[in-house]
């Protein structure tokens, strides 16, 4: 049986604010990303699967199946185990992020330039440990 190939320029994002997928999908677009969202954590689970993206990103406080279970899940699932995945989350939880096997984690707000580089830098390499992004608003 022959699986699918991942997409290398398609990302999922599990969020549930419109904003900021707006918000997202406008910062990845301009880097010629295609964006696929998912209301909640099992239909991000299921998009995973079937669609093979190159990354996932994905906020903890999801319905159905939160943000950190949805990350264990891609890794233990054969089909999703290499596909990135960055915690995007207002909580302070890099290091559950980081039990959970995340590649990186970022702190909301969301802040183009270090949101555009840590997609970047998570597609581009397997495993750079987790890395977490903090703000300083004035």
């Not at 699986?3 to 994002?13: G, K, M, V, Y």
């Not at 909580?91 to 580089?117: H, N, T």
């Amino acid at each position: 049986m022959l699986t699918a190939q991942p997409e290398p320029r398609t990302i999922l994002i599990a969020e549930r604010d419109q904003t900021v997928r707006e918000l997202q999908r406008f910062f990845l677009a301009r880097e010629g990303f295609v964006v696929e969202f998912a209301d909640d954590g099992e239909s991000a689970l299921a998009l995973a699967a079937s669609l093979r993206p190159a990354l996932l990103i994905t906020e903890i406080l999801l319905p159905k199946l939160d943000g950190l279970t949805l990350c264990r899940r891609v890794r233990h699932d054969p089909v999703t185990r290499d596909t990135p995945v960055i915690v995007f989350s207002i909580l302070a939880a890099a290091a559950r992020a980081a039990e959970a096997g995340a590649s990186a984690f970022l702190r909301k707000p969301l802040v183009e330039s270090i949101f555009v580089a840590t997609v970047h830098r998570a597609i581009a390499t397997e495993s750079t440990g987790i890395m977490e992004q903090q703000w300083v608003t004035s």
